[in-house]
């Protein structure tokens, strides 16, 4: 694989935990400057050059960040990490967390992408990837608002892929399966050992088994890669 040019910008969301965590750790492995984005730190990882407190549905933010990151260089991977759970069955479920979940999981995306892409587009060069999740294709009972978000954001990656193609940009989703994270040691313990049950490879996934996967996507070897899908589960689903 080739490296990447020093000094490129990589921004990461939810990056101060979990899955966005590896994700940053293996991008500053390969080269990239990562800029880090979450609404708050640990104080302990220092994987992220540059660490942004900010809350992704806050368009303004993201776009302060996106234009200071732009005065220091040039931001050519942005991966939108950063995504939250509210479950509940549809017929129980507060309103408020069915918004709450767009807000956070779709429309959060978008206000990044919105950010980075006219940068990108001058440059003719850029890549995103955002994650989406397994129950996105497959739906799952009490997630009626992370599954409409996690679709959602299938659809507008593959409208942006189409839109900004020929301007040498991807734009990939990664639909991950069970990852061992925080969000997922909130399942209760039965439903985790029913759903590592159905996983062919019989182990959940790690975060490092998707920060892999982005590491690829965001280097020269994936450039004809463009508005797919690529699962990470095991082989739990195979659409
Ligand atoms: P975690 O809950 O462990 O970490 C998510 C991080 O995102 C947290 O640091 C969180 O901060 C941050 N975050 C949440 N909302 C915002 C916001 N509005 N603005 C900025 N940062 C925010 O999640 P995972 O690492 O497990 O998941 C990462 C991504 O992968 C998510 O999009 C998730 O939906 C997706 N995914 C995960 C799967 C899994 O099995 N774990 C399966 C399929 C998809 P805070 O601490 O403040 O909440």
């Known amino acids: 694989m080739s490296p990447t040019p020093p000094g490129r910008i990589a921004i990461v969301t939810g990056a101060a935990r979990g899955i966005g965590a590896a994700i940053a750790h293996a991008l500053t492995e390969v080269g990239w400057r990562v800029a880090g984005v979450d609404r708050s730190w640990s104080g302990e990882d220092e994987a992220c050059a540059i660490r942004e407190t900010l809350d992704v549905t806050d368009y303004e933010a993201v776009a302060n960040l996106v234009a200071r990151l732009e005065a220091e260089g040039e931001i050519g991977l942005l991966v939108n990490n950063a995504g939250i759970t509210r479950d509940a069955i549809a017929h129980k479920m507060d309103p408020a967390d069915f918004r709450l ?137 195979m659409p």
């Open 101 to 237: 979940v767009l807000e956070v999981n779709l429309v959060g995306p978008f206000n990044a992408c919105r950010a980075v892409l006219p940068g990108m587009r001058a440059r003719n060069a850029g890549k995103i990837v955002s994650l989406t999740s397994m129950n996105a294709l497959r739906g799952a009972a009490g997630q009626a608002n992370y599954a409409a978000a996690k679709a959602g954001l299938i659809g507008m990656t593959k409208s942006m892929a189409l839109e900004n193609a020929g301007k040498g940009i991807t734009v990939n989703c990664i639909a991950p399966g069970y990852i061992e994270t925080e969000m997922t040691r909130a399942i209760p313990s039965q439903l985790r050992e029913a759903e590592l049950a159905r996983i062919p490879a019989g182990r959940v996934g790690t975060p490092e088994d998707i920060a892999g996967t982005v590491v690829f996507l965001a280097s020269p070897a994936a450039d004809f890669i463009t508005g797919q899908v690529i699962s990470v589960n095991g082989g739990q689903l």
